[in-house]
């Protein structure tokens, strides 16, 4: 159900950016060098990547003020973190209608990087059937200890936590970046600076999560469009 609610949701904003009908030929564009470099960059083994441990940070008190601060802000009260096997020790959990998390989650999330930790969205539901977005809080400003702990990951293409983080600190090498959503199958954000090569970014990055042109805009030429937009999108269904 929620990949079905996640599905439409993701349509629906992309057809808002100015999607339309599928073009078979331009989602599978794509020079052969291009294609060859996107591929050298995913591994599918079988890995795992330590998860970090938040116990001692969670014990500042300055994490506790901001736990207070969040929930003041968010107008939710904190609950555990989930992750994939039970709940994250010292990630916290909050129910933010989709609207308000819209509306203040950037300035939010670049608040609490700036007292040392990471507020970000982990579970999007674009308002279908009046569910809230759940925002997370943990107590680090490091998005890859993040990624981790959500063990984000790509299941269906045997792409796996350790090597989403790989790819994206390639890419953050390559293209400064910000994420202000990360989850289990997703990660949203944006680019700080203007995107140099921005075709031959969509081409790797359909390569990399196939989802967010064959689900979403239908064509790797809309993807490119996005990243003109500085916007960062990743989402396997």
Not at 52 to 57: E, L, M, N, S
Not at 120 to 144: C, E, S, W
């Amino acid at each position: 159900m929620k990949n079905h609610l996640f599905c439409i949701g993701l349509v629906c904003v992309l057809t808002l950016a100015g999607c339309s009908k599928h073009d078979e030929s331009s989602a599978g564009a794509g020079s052969p060098d291009m294609d060859a470099q996107a591929m050298s960059d995913v591994k599918t083994a079988n890995e795992s990547v330590a998860k970090p441990d938040f116990t001692a940070a969670a014990r500042d008190l300055k994490y506790q003020q901001a736990v207070k601060e969040a929930a003041a802000l968010l107008g939710a009260e904190p609950q555990p973190l989930e992750g994939a096997d039970g709940p994250i020790v010292g990630g916290f959990s909050f129910d933010v209608p989709q609207p308000k998390i819209e509306a203040i989650l950037f300035k939010a999330h670049t608040n609490f990087l700036a007292k040392g930790f990471y507020l970000f969205r982990y579970d999007q539901m674009f308002g279908i059937h009046g569910q809230p977005d759940k925002v997370g809080l943990l107590p680090t400003a490091n998005k890859y200890d993040v990624m981790a702990a959500l063990e984000v990951n790509g299941a269906k293409y045997s792409l796996h936590t350790a090597s989403i983080i790989e790819w994206m600190k390639k890419l953050e090498q390559e293209q400064p970046y910000v994420l202000t959503g990360i989850g289990t199958d997703y990660m949203e954000g944006y680019f700080t600076t203007p995107v140099e090569d921005p075709r031959g970014l969509a081409r790797r990055m359909y390569k990399f999560c196939p989802d967010i042109v064959d689900q979403g805009g239908g064509t790797v030429d809309k993807l490119v469009n996005e990243l003109l937009k500085g916007k960062l999108y990743f989402w396997w269904d």
